[in-house]
């Protein structure tokens, strides 16, 4: 199993970015990606989620209204599209996998980190 995050970078507060998570290595339309960030200094928290399977997602309330998250069965990749990012999203982002149709359900696999940087 591997999971790829990417699409991190430096943008203005306001500003936008879409990141990816191309998952290999298990069937990928019957479980859930999750996504979760860590901020300097702060526990890693789990802000967002997808049933590949049947499309219920999930959002902590701080990121509602401006995240969205979609899947591609046929690319094996979610997207998480930020926009009206603040200051406060900054982090390292990863995607990581349960391997369960569960978003409740404790990650068993983990991709990469990568950093969203927001300026004020």
């Known amino acids: 199993v591997q999971l790829q995050a990417s699409g991190g970078g430096l943008v203005q507060a306001g500003g936008s970015l879409r990141l990816s998570c191309l998952a290999s290595?298990?069937?990928?339309?019957?479980?859930?990606i999750q996504w979760f960030r860590q901020a300097p200094g702060k526990e890693r928290e789990k802000f967002s989620c997808?049933?590949?399977?049947?499309?219920?997602?999930y959002f902590i309330e701080s990121v509602k209204g401006r995240f969205t998250i979609s899947s591609d069965v046929a690319k094996t990749t979610v997207y998480l599209q930020m926009n009206n990012l603040k200051p406060e999203d900054t982090a390292v982002y990863y995607c990581?996998?349960?391997?369960?149709?569960?978003?409740?359900?404790?990650?068993?696999?983990w991709g990469q980190g990568t950093q969203v940087t927001v300026s004020s």
């Open positions: 990581a996998a349960p391997l369960k149709d569960d978003c409740d359900h404790v990650p068993r696999y």
């Open positions: 290595g298990f069937t990928f339309d019957r479980y859930a």
């Open positions: 997808i049933s590949t399977y049947d499309g219920p997602t």
